[in-house]
C-alpha cells in the first residue's frame, strides 16, 4: 500500500473557477486558515485549463499563470498556455531524439 500523507492544515487553499464558457477557464487558489478565513500572509496562485482536440482525442491542459490579480489572469492567460505548448513540444522533441529516432541528436544531448 502507498504512503498516503494527510492534507497539510497550514497549506489550505480555496478555489474559485473562472471561465469563459469557450476558451477554458481560469482557477485561483485563495490561501485560506484552517477556519476558512483568507490568510493575508500568502499570496493566491492562479492556474489555467483548457482542452485542445489531438489526432488521438482531446486533451486536458492545465498550466500555471503567473499574475498577481484575476484581472492580471485573465490578460495573460492566452500567453501561459502558449508557454506551456511550447514546454511541451521542447519536452516531445527531445524525447523523440533521446529514444532513438535521431541518433546524431542524441548524442549531443546526451554529452
Not at 488521438?56 to 492566452?78: C, D, H, K, N, S
Request: contains cysteine; hydrophobic residues 40%.
Amino acid at each position: 500500500m502507498p504512503n498516503i500523507k494527510p492534507l497539510d492544515a497550514s497549506c489550505a487553499y480555496r478555489v474559485d473557477r473562472y471561465t469563459d464558457i469557450q476558451a477554458g477557464e481560469i482557477l485561483r487558489h485563495v490561501p485560506v486558515t484552517i477556519d476558512g478565513i483568507q490568510d493575508p500572509m500568502r499570496t493566491e496562485v492562479f492556474i489555467g485549463k483548457t482542452t485542445m482536440q489531438t489526432n488521438r482525442g482531446p486533451m486536458e491542459l492545465t498550466f500555471e499563470i503567473e499574475a498577481r490579480t484575476l484581472q492580471e489572469a485573465f490578460a495573460v492567460w492566452a500567453q501561459s498556455l502558449e508557454a506551456k505548448l511550447e514546454q511541451m513540444q521542447s519536452e516531445a522533441t527531445k524525447a523523440r531524439i533521446l529514444n532513438g529516432v535521431n541518433p546524431q541528436a542524441s548524442r549531443l544531448l546526451k554529452s
